[in-house]
């Protein structure tokens, strides 16, 4: 009697730590955040005026992420040339300046961004030629995978309309 006494308890003790084995992992795994990019395009205001890449980044996840970098490369790695202040330029036999539309602005990330959980942000990107494939290298404050903070995500941004 006491042999099974002694055999069921460490069958309860080895059931206990593989609970408490998941109940570490599920833990991480939540602690984890997701994001995603979409709404990718490019676009230009004329002919005058370099083209923007445009694009969204959501927040999947159930806790507010906090992004701190944005790196834009082509398919080799090779980092684009962005122009952090740009401005629309007026075409050259016109007196009158473009007009003003939110959605020419350039919109970089200057400072952290915060993303509570379900909300996007959308980010304009001015530079001499966007590529067929660009790479966008996301840095948040939080962990996105099990040992990284960074997610690279490769995009096809076609023409807007």
């Known amino acids: 009697m006491i042999q099974l006494l ?33 709404n990718d395009y490019w676009d230009r205001y004329d002919e005058y005026n370099i083209p923007f890449l445009s694009f969204s980044i959501l927040n999947n996840s159930h806790s507010a992420v906090t992004i701190i970098g ?7 790695e ?10 629309l330029r007026k075409r050259s036999n016109s007196m009158v300046p473009p007009s003003y539309n939110p ?32 790479l ?9 995978s099990w040992h990284s903070n960074t997610k690279l995500f490769r995009i096809q941004p076609l023409q807007a309309d």
């Open 6 to 38: 002694n055999e069921l308890s460490g069958l309860i003790a080895l059931f206990a730590l593989g609970i408490s084995i998941y109940s570490v992992y599920y833990t991480h795994k939540q602690n984890l955040r997701d994001i995603m990019i979409k």
């Open 103 to 134: 959605y020419y602005e350039s919109r970089i990330l200057k400072r952290p961004e915060v993303l509570a959980p379900g909300r996007e942000a959308s980010f304009n990107y001015y530079m001499d030629n966007v590529p067929r494939e660009v």
């Open 136 to 144: 966008v290298r996301v840095t948040t404050k939080e962990k996105l």
């Open 70 to 76: 944005i790196e834009l490369a082509t398919r080799n």
């Open 78 to 87: 090779t980092p684009l040339y962005i122009y952090p202040n740009y401005k």
